[in-house]
């Protein structure tokens, strides 16, 4: 029990650096070095709706979750991991209607910063996919990172097919 304590007291830990260097690297991405991303009236409005569903998402993935608890059925992960997937659903939800509706990208945001930080996320992240597949894992917790990594892999994408979209009506525009 008390190996639990400290692992689950390693990963708060964890997360409370992470969210240091995430807070470090906003102000770094911002064009005017601030924490706070700006963002019009407009696009606030689109990233409350775009909060609202990936609530909702997450709340039903919980539910799913809790129904089939409930009726003891088992999964070949940790129950952790299912958790994270969650809020990663969650997540991709938020940034997904983010995307197309135009509201990912704040005002003072510098695209480029952040397109950086995201490659380098999903690297790190990748790191352990290289580990499982060159040696057994006696545990499961790298697939967090492995999550992430699609996670960061299909935000990516969904920007990568949004700029293309722009930019084919940017030329149309310009054509007419």
Known sequence: MNGNIYKAAGLAVGILVGLIIAAVLIVIANKNRKFKTEYDERQLKVRGDAYRYAFYTVVIWEAILFILAFGEFS???SAYILHYA???????????????KDAYWGLNNNRKR??????????????PLISLLTSPQNSDFPYINVLTCVMLVAVGIELLIKHM?????????DEA
């Open 114 to 127: 952040y397109g950086i930080i995201l490659v380098i996320a999903g690297l790190l992240n990748a790191l």
């Open 86 to 100: 969650g809020i990663l659903a969650g997540v991709l939800v938020l940034s997904g209607y983010c995307i197309w």
């Open 75 to 77: 999964f070949p992960v």
């Open 165 to 173: 979209i722009d930019k084919r009506a940017e030329a149309a525009e």
